[in-house]
């Protein structure tokens, strides 16, 4: 009998890459994707008895309300769904080792090119609410934190890629406002998913960036993906975060995966020669 592995959120991107990539990466495992519909995380005596009932040996959480402008939106609900729900989760699972998603949005992108160690300073709910999370889950005794950053690739609603919500916009015929000055490290979830299976197997706790080797500004991103998607008659409006009036925006996210890429036997990739290998 192989060990179960439950992966919440599998009906999002990176939970549905993680259930599509075990039998490649992690075969040795019994893979049970979980999503809202299957079992409601909220529900904790729920949770309870199906861990009692399936006895699984390891958890990666991946679900969450991930959306930024949302949680601004609903302070309330994403505290409950990415603080709470990881925290009774972590309870829970307290015997096995316990994947916890987290975000670059942590930070408060003043400096880039973060390390592990540096502080968290939020200044977004969604991050706010990661960080308290993180700050609970690394006291469980087998946790692996992965810091992320935006995640590209082919989700089941369609919607949930980076890359897929940019697509829908152009589809619908409008322009993307994307600024010169915000800079991330995008990542197929791909790789992501596979860099995870890796550092499971490998037995790594603590905190650890996973996310692409490239720094690029929200404008060069989108200016990548616009060329690869001609028929969508793509339209771009370059833009400033000094000309921005919304919810709070990190400025300068990039985090340095130099301490994961010690561990992994494949190089994290750069966004655009993975993009440019998509094409080819």
């Known amino acids: 009998m192989k060990p179960v592995v439950w992966i919440t959120g599998a009906g999002g991107l990176i939970g549905n890459y993680l259930v599509q990539t075990a039998a490649q990466f992690a075969s040795q495992f019994q893979v049970v994707g979980l999503t809202r519909a299957q079992l409601d995380l909220t529900d904790y005596a729920a949770v309870r008895a199906e861990f009692q009932h399936q006895q699984p040996q390891l958890v990666i959480h ?33 015997k096995v080792p316990f994947v916890f998603f987290s975000t670059d949005l942590v930070f408060d992108g003043q400096k880039g090119n973060y390390v592990e160690t540096d502080a968290v300073n939020s200044i977004s709910v969604y991050g706010e609410t990661k960080a308290i999370a993180e700050d609970i889950v690394s006291r ?12 590209a690739g082919v989700s089941p609603p369609g919607d949930r890629g980076f890359d897929e919500q940019l697509r829908l916009i152009w589809k619908r015929g409008e322009a993307a406002k994307l600024f010169t000055d915000e800079f991330r490290c995008p990542i197929p979830a791909a790789a992501t998913a596979r860099a995870v299976w890796e550092l499971v197997q490998k037995k790594q706790t603590g905190i650890f960036h996973v996310c692409g080797s490239e720094k690029l500004s929200r404008l060069e991103i989108g200016k ?8 969508l008659k793509p339209q771009i409006i370059a833009d400033t975060l000094k000309n921005y009036h919304g919810a709070p925006r990190s ?27 998509q094409s080819a």
């Open 62 to 94: 991946c679900a969450a309300m991930s959306r930024s402008p949302d949680c601004q939106r609903d302070p309330v609900l994403a505290r409950k769904l990415n603080t709470e729900v990881p925290s009774q989760l972590a309870g829970i699972a307290l």
């Open 140 to 151: 469980h005794p087998y946790h692996l934190i992965i810091r992320t950053a935006l995640n």
């Open 224 to 231: 990548l993906l616009a060329a690869r998607s001609p028929e």
């Open 251 to 277: 400025p300068d996210v990039s985090m340095n995966c130099a301490k994961a890429q010690a561990v992994l036997s494949f190089p994290l990739p750069k966004f655009s020669e993975w993009l440019a290998a």
